[in-house]
């Protein structure tokens, strides 16, 4: 297989000139108030200019709780409050949503659940001032913060960022503290399927490109997972080169809304829909999950 993949000389370019392209940050929101006020304070605080983004907030549930955040925070940021009135259409209906409505030139795809360091969006958003042709992918840190308060986000981060590392259902390979991806994402230049690590809770692309891939596949809609996954592949397959940026990681938020049982359940179904549309992605998957398995006892992932 040829890698195109290849980032010589990307990382080592230098941005030109000052910020200038605008990003949109796109949140689907089934429910989880709290977690999403978090969210929403932590993009209050971005280093990256207020007047070069937007928020879009898209509701498929619990419209009231996103209006309140909306109405509360527009203040400091500009909201865009988008209402889906058919119940648990799903992620990709979500963020297909929010581009339509989008004016970014950058697409930010951001969960709820997941609150963000100063420096999120700038990280992101240099590498978009290099390249036309480029996708960003930031780390999870999973964490508990049920007793910061939106306040306490926007006052000091630090009580964000010394809460310790969990394990966490959204990790179940290895149940392991560190982002199960990171060992790929440290060698994405050279990864065969750079795709299998964009998650979509915090990846960012061009909104053209989006558009001229057909979008996110809505027919992942109804079970959990791999609609991003899919996407990317679309992404990297028409030229796009995906990059990991440790600069990007947010803090994903612990809930139990979603069952470990039913989660598994909605991935199993849409594992399959991903592995019939890319059978040599599903072939390296297999692998990857088999090699994890097997380290899982070492401390190499903990």
Not at 124 to 137: C, G, N, Q, Y
Not at 153 to 160: I, K
Not at 238 to 251: C, P, Q, W
């Amino acid at each position: 297989m040829t890698l195109h993949n290849d980032l010589a000389g990307l990382q080592s370019k230098k941005k030109s000139g000052k910020n200038e392209l605008c990003a949109s940050v796109v949140i689907p929101f089934h429910k989880g108030y709290d977690l999403l006020e978090k969210t929403i304070a932590s993009l209050t605080i971005q280093c990256y200019p207020k007047d070069l983004f937007e928020v879009i907030i898209v509701a498929d549930a619990n419209h009231s709780d996103a209006e309140l955040i909306s109405d509360r925070y527009n203040k400091h940021l500009v909201i865009k409050l988008v209402t889906l009135f058919n119940k648990n259409c799903g992620a990709a209906s979500s963020r297909n949503a929010g581009i339509q409505v989008a004016k970014g030139d950058v697409i930010v795809s951001l969960d709820s659940d997941m609150i963000c360091s100063p420096t999120f969006l700038e990280s992101h958003m240099d590498w978009f001032h290099k390249s036309a042709r480029i996708a960003t992918i930031g780390l999870r840190k999973f964490v508990r913060a049920n007793r910061i308060r939106p306040e306490d986000v926007t006052r000091d981060f630090q009580l964000v960022t010394s809460l310790p590392e969990i394990r966490s259902i959204s990790n179940t390979v290895v149940g392991s503290r560190r982002d199960k991806r990171i060992l790929e994402l440290q060698n994405i230049s050279r990864h065969p399927f750079p795709a299998n690590c964009f998650h979509g809770g915090n990846v960012a692309y061009w909104r053209d490109d989006a558009i001229d891939v057909g979008l996110w596949d809505e027919d992942f809609n109804g079970n959990y997972g791999y609609e991003d996954i899919e996407f990317g592949q679309r992404l990297s397959e028409n030229g796009t080169m995906l990059v990991f940026e440790n600069g990007t990681t947010a803090y994903h938020q612990e809930s139990s809304f979603v069952s470990y049982n039913e989660r598994q359940k909605g991935m199993s179904i849409n594992r399959l829909k991903l592995y019939e549309k890319f059978p040599a992605l599903g072939r390296f998957r297999r692998e990857v999950d088999r090699v994890l398995r097997v380290n899982s006892k070492s401390n190499l992932l903990n």
